[in-house]
């Protein structure tokens, strides 16, 4: 069974930078290209990348660019997404999805919830 | 970047009856072979679901009763009979270029 299993939630300050995690099992870490999805105010998705796992490849939205840091470690098949100089624009839900062959997001993790605060 | 224009925002359809969402992109997303959009279904407090691709091709597991259609910039999501349990926001999104987009979604009540 396929799963991405996302890192809990955060509380962070205005200013810091923090990285959230996804963990994938149940198929190729490799084999599959990841997506990463901002969803603010429970309601528009924006994408903000995504990684190939397989060479480290990466591809940004022009907008989250200077914003967010994609990696991955292939040895425990887990992606990572660091998003810097945090503001309270960037508090929103963020989910990790698998670009299936038809390169639609077929699947999900269950989403990290990311909230900037003093 | 594509824009994709939902419409309904919102629609409340009786149980039993059809659910019909429109998606229309600012520029084709298709080709000869393919359409490259891509319908989703999100509950409270879970993620996105994906329910088709390609347009019209049903994700596995999902039910018959969903369908979707068309190709170009005009596309369609319909549920027919709707059940209670597809109470739930649906967006569309397309795959066509860098970055993808999606639809600002479509908030589904049952009757």
């Known amino acids: 069974e396929v799963q991405l299993q996302q890192s809990g939630p955060e509380l962070v300050k205005p200013g810091a930078s923090m990285k959230i995690s996804c963990k994938a099992s149940?198929?190729?870490?490799?084999?599959?290209?990841m997506n990463w999805v901002k969803q603010s105010h429970g309601k528009n998705l924006e994408w903000i990348g995504l990684i190939n796992p397989y060479n480290g490849g990466t591809s940004y939205n022009q907008k989250f660019k200077g914003k967010a840091t994609l990696t991955v470690d292939k040895s425990s098949s887990t992606a990572y997404m660091e998003l810097l100089s945090l503001t309270s624009e960037d508090s929103a839900v963020y989910y990790c999805?698998?670009?299936?062959?038809?390169?639609?997001?077929?699947?999900w993790g269950q989403g990290t919830s990311v909230t900037v605060s003093s | 970047d594509i824009v994709l224009t939902q419409s309904p925002a919102s629609l409340a359809v009786s149980l039993g009856q059809r659910a019909t969402i429109s998606c229309r992109a600012s520029?084709?997303?298709?080709?000869?072979?393919?359409?490259?959009m891509h319908w989703y279904q999100q509950k409270p407090g879970q993620p996105p679901k994906l329910l088709i691709k390609?347009?019209?091709n049903l994700e596995s597991g999902v039910p018959a009763r969903f369908s979707g259609s068309g190709s170009g910039t005009d596309f369609t999501l319909n549920i027919h009979p709707v059940e209670e349990e597809d109470t739930a926001t649906y967006y569309c999104?397309?795959?066509?270029?860098?970055?993808?987009?999606f639809g600002s979604g479509t908030k589904l009540e049952i009757k």
């Open positions: 999805a698998r670009r299936g062959y038809e390169r639609a997001m077929d699947y």
């Open positions: 390609y347009a019209s």
């Open positions: 999104q397309h795959s066509w270029e860098i970055p993808p987009t």
């Open positions: 149940g198929y190729s870490f490799t084999g599959y290209t």
């Open positions: 520029q084709s997303v298709s080709t000869s072979s393919y359409s490259y």
